[in-house]
């Protein structure tokens, strides 16, 4: 092949590539506002992210797609909406309750979500550094968190109730996996200083047979004046599930008791 037809050959890959990334820029114009658009853009000119390949999920508060990143590695980009009013009710939730409450009233709503989705990355990145099994963080603009790819070749890995249902666990993977959360929320409280606030089987992945957390945009400093109540929410909701699963569990309120006490 001639110079000048690898040139061409390559300009085309360019080119195609180029159509690639519009294509799904479409489909995520459908949902999103312009605002988000030139966001992700600005992601990819930063080289954050090379481009996005497809949906992964569609939830309450955002919607997360597989894309891939300038070293060829999968990427979660998790994209919050910023027009939905079921997400506005249970993110009061969250926000009464919080030191600086009284900042967050006068914000505008698209604001508000760009902070959320800081809110998560800043959780993301206290966690991984203290040593809890999250997605690794990456970058954040406004309302677009891009994370570590939990799972492999574009295939994210099951949630721990799927893995369950799935039949993918064996008893003894099961009693490994409970005790690494239990692990897992001493660090997040004893290390990180946080409460993940909204744990449960659906908001941890299992992949290589580890216990991965997500889903932290509501997570709160131990300090919260509610965190205790919904540490107890937490501890209660892994409980409940690990018990049906005819494993040997920890009392939630010795485990709590053992959590608090300063040694
Ligand atoms: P939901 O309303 O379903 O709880 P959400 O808007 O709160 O969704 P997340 O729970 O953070 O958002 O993510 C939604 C789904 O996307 C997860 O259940 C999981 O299947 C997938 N997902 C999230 N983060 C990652 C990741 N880092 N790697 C692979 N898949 C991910
Ligand atoms: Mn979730």
């Given at each position: 092949m001639s110079r000048k037809d690898r040139d061409l050959i390559d300009r085309k890959i360019k080119e195609e590539k180029r159509f690639f990334d519009t294509d799904l820029l479409e489909t995520v114009e459908s949902v999103f506002d312009k605002a988000t658009i030139s966001t992700v853009l600005?992601?990819?000119?930063?080289?954050?992210?090379?481009?996005?390949?497809?949906?992964?999920?569609?939830?309450?508060?955002?919607?997360v797609y597989w894309g891939i990143d300038y070293e060829g590695r999968d990427v979660a980009v998790k994209i919050y909406y910023t027009l939905t009013s079921e997400f506005k009710k249970s993110m009061w939730k969250y926000l009464a309750g919080d030191p600086r409450y009284d900042e967050y009233k006068g914000m505008n709503w698209k604001k508000l979500i760009y902070m959320w989705a800081s809110k998560e990355y800043r959780n993301l990145v206290r966690m991984h550094r203290s040593g809890v099994r999250v997605p690794k963080p990456l970058c954040i603009?406004?309302?677009?968190?891009?994370?570590?790819?939990?799972?492999?070749?574009?295939?994210?890995?099951?949630?721990?109730?799927?893995?369950?249902?799935?039949?993918?666990?064996?008893?003894?993977d099961l009693e490994n996996i409970y005790r690494d959360i239990m692990d897992q929320i001493k660090v997040m409280i004893r290390e990180a200083k946080l409460v993940h606030a909204d744990l449960s089987e659906y908001n941890i992945m299992i992949h290589m047979n580890k216990p991965y957390i997500i889903d932290v945009s509501?997570?709160?400093p131990i300090n919260h004046p509610n965190a205790q109540e919904f540490l107890r929410a937490d501890i209660t909701n892994i409980t409940r599930f690990f018990e049906k699963t005819g494993i040997q569990v920890i009392d939630p309120e010795e485990f709590i008791k053992e959590l608090l006490s300063s040694d």
């Open positions: 600005h992601l990819m000119r930063t080289k954050c992210i090379k481009s996005l390949k497809g949906v992964i999920s569609s939830g309450k508060e955002a919607r603009k406004n309302n677009v968190l891009v994370m570590e790819f939990i799972g492999e070749n574009g295939v994210r890995a099951p949630l721990l109730k799927e893995a369950y249902e799935e039949e993918l666990l064996s008893i003894e509501q997570a709160l």
